[in-house]
Every structure is written in structure tokens, then in C-alpha cells.
């Protein structure tokens, strides 16, 4: 039997119906192309009951935006422990790490948050700190800047101040620091170096003479990953003052401080 060949109503009929079904679908696409158009920064879900958006990478910013649970926001900037997300509305705000920590994946995985913090940790590059602790048995300050140059190894500079109860001491050196298990939360590290030491004494006392020398050192210490960006450290030092071709004189020191990595 031949087929009938439709009538010019019956394909305006057609036509008309194809064009309504686009048109229907042109929202869709566009949501889908919203969605994509995030620059393919990572999106998770809210899993408790809600997440509140701050104005600013901090506590001390106001909550001006809250999304409800099962919906999904888009990571497109980390500050510290902050990041910035993207609502699904278009509105954007900071949140802490933790609140994200109990967001879900595309795949309904619980997302975590912590392997960045040791990312942090393990690509740290400068470190600066202060610690106290005694010069000889003086009291002593001495602060510390390093730059790592791999993972093992590291140029570091220190400045010392010691008040003592006849002379004041202050010295500098630098140096190269080994710290062969520098993955570690506890890492212990050796550190030999050069620098200046210089002695002066009390004004009121008879035939002061200021001492200036050469300055030898050799450490070895402990650093200890405390939390987010801080370290605890404590080192045995040993220094040589070079004061005279055939003379030195030799110190020993221990100081325990703070460190923080960027």
C-alpha cells in the first residue's frame, strides 16, 4: 500500500510542533551551559542542612548569603584555610575549610580537606620563626629565615642577641640546613654555617675591650608540624668565635621557639 504524502497543514503542523519543542529544550541547555561554565572549578554538594557565605576570608565578616542542604556550590578561590565559592544563583561568598569538609562529590563521596593542609606542609618553600633559650647560660633570643632549595635541603640565616650579666653578645650567620625526613610531622634536621660574632662589655667594668670574630656553628634540632602553618622547633647549637689566629673560644646553646611556613 503507498504511503501518503503529507499535506502542506499537516506539515505546518509539523514544523510547529518541532519549534515548541526547541524552544523547551533552549532552558535546559542554557542551565546545562551555566553549569559548564564554571571554568571547570571543582563543584560539591552541601551536605549538612546549610552553609553560610561570609563577605571575607575571616570570622570577623558578616553571613550575608546561606545555601541549603543538597545544593551545589563551585570552589574558585583558596585563601588560607578560606575559600571562595560560587553559589548555583550567581551569589558569591567565603567559607572555612571545615564547613567544605562535609561536603559530597559528583560521585557522593565525602570531600576532604586536610590533604591540601599537608600539600601546604610538604611545598613550603620560606620559613621564618623566633626562639629563646639560653647562649652559654645567658638568656638568648634568636630569630630564623630559610628558603628551601629542595626537599632536603635549605639555606637558612639567623640573628642572635644574648644579655648577659657582664656583656652583651650578638652574632649572624648563615648556612645549609639538611633535613633528610622533611615529609614528617616530626622531622629532625642538622645544620652547619659561617657568620659574626661580636662581644661587648659592660661599660662600667675596668679595661673593657669589645671582641669581634669570625663565627663557626653546627646545630642539630627538631622541627614539629603543630597545626595549619606553624611549627615547633628546639635545637643544640654549637658555636666557635674565631678571636685570635690560634685562639677560639667555644659556646654551646639550646633555644626552643615558633616557626611559621609559606
Not at 503529507?6 to 515548541?20: D, I, K, T
Not at 632549595?149 to 650578638?170: M, N, Y
Request: proline fraction near 4%; charge should be neutral; glycine fraction near 8%.
Amino acid at each position: 500500500m503507498p504511503f501518503a504524502v503529507p499535506g502542506r497543514r499537516m506539515r505546518a503542523q509539523l514544523l510547529l510542533a518541532c519549534g515548541l519543542s526547541l524552544a523547551a529544550a533552549v532552558p535546559a541547555m542554557a542551565q546545562v551551559s551555566a553549569v559548564a561554565a564554571d571554568d571547570g572549578y571543582e563543584r560539591v554538594q552541601v551536605a549538612d542542612p546549610y552553609i553560610e557565605f561570609r563577605t571575607g576570608p575571616g570570622r570577623g565578616y558578616p553571613i550575608f548569603h546561606v545555601v541549603d542542604r543538597h545544593e551545589w556550590i563551585a570552589i574558585t578561590l583558596r585563601q588560607t584555610d578560606w575559600y571562595q565559592v560560587r553559589a548555583e544563583n550567581g551569589k558569591e561568598g567565603w567559607v572555612h575549610r571545615r564547613q567544605l569538609e562535609r561536603t559530597l562529590t559528583a560521585a557522593g563521596s565525602e570531600r576532604t580537606f586536610r590533604d591540601i593542609v599537608l600539600d601546604d606542609y610538604l611545598s613550603r618553600r620560606l620559613l621564618a620563626g623566633g626562639s629563646w633559650g639560653r647562649f652559654d647560660g645567658e638568656p638568648m633570643l634568636k630569630l630564623t629565615a630559610a628558603y628551601r632549595l629542595s626537599t632536603s635541603l635549605s639555606l637558612e640565616g639567623h640573628v642572635g642577641q644574648v644579655q648577659g650579666t657582664f656583656s652583651g653578645t650578638s652574632f649572624w650567620h648563615l648556612g645549609l640546613a639538611a633535613e633528610p625526613w622533611s615529609d614528617r610531622r616530626l622531622s629532625p634536621f642538622f645544620s652547619v654555617g659561617v657568620g659574626r660574632f661580636s662581644n661587648v662589655p659592660n661599660s662600667s667594668l675596668v679595661s673593657a675591650i669589645r671582641t669581634d670574630a669570625n663565627l663557626g656553628q653546627a646545630t642539630l634540632g627538631l622541627r614539629w608540624h603543630l597545626s595549619e602553618r606553624f611549627m615547633l622547633t628546639a635545637d643544640y647549637s654549637l658555636y666557635t668565635a674565631f678571636v685570635a689566629d690560634e685562639r677560639s673560644i667555644e659556646y654551646r646553646a639550646f633555644t626552643a621557639g615558633l616557626a611559621f611556613f609559606f
